[in-house]
């Protein structure tokens, strides 16, 4: 038997994706906007563990994301070379099987890299990232630089 359904056209098929993925999808985004200056890691942990504490399962979680988005934000302060005036960008997405947290700032010169820590020196950052995230990168473009990671997360729809 021959199936006389027309395949979807370009619109349908973008809607069925978009709907697709707010299935995925826990909660919504987490989308802050941060000063760049001294107490900014602070409020971020504030948002992330706000954000995360209106899902008892994903405790568990907290603490790791609280560390490493203070490390993101610290960086971007420390090393995005962009005024007071620009602020930074946090976001944060839950999906099925992933805490995703993104840092994005407007800076375009540098390099974002993993480097051996050293006591006096530091180098702590990305290092810690690295170690406790399944996975983490960089984008950058000409409109400024995202450093994103993942978490595992334990959701009802993958526990």
Do not use: F
């Amino acid at each position: 038997m021959h199936d006389q359904r027309r395949p979807p056209n370009r619109d349908q098929a973008l809607q069925r994706v978009a709907e697709a993925t707010q299935r995925r999808s826990i909660r919504p985004h987490l989308e802050v906007s941060l000063a760049p200056s001294a107490d900014a890691p602070t409020r971020a942990r504030a948002e992330v563990a706000t954000w995360l504490e209106q899902e008892a399962p994903l405790a568990r979680l907290i603490h790791d994301a609280c560390l490493l988005v203070s490390e993101l934000v610290t960086n971007c302060i420390r090393h995005a070379q962009i005024s007071q005036t620009q602020p930074l960008r946090l976001s944060a997405s839950l999906r099925a099987a992933n805490l995703r947290l993104e840092v994005h700032d407007n800076g375009t010169h540098g390099t974002v890299a993993r480097r051996t820590p050293q006591r006096d020196r530091g180098g702590y950052g990305l290092d810690l990232v690295a170690q406790i995230s399944n996975t983490w990168g960089v984008d950058r473009d000409a409109y400024g630089t995202t450093v994103w990671l993942e978490l595992a997360a334990e959701t009802p729809a993958n526990v």
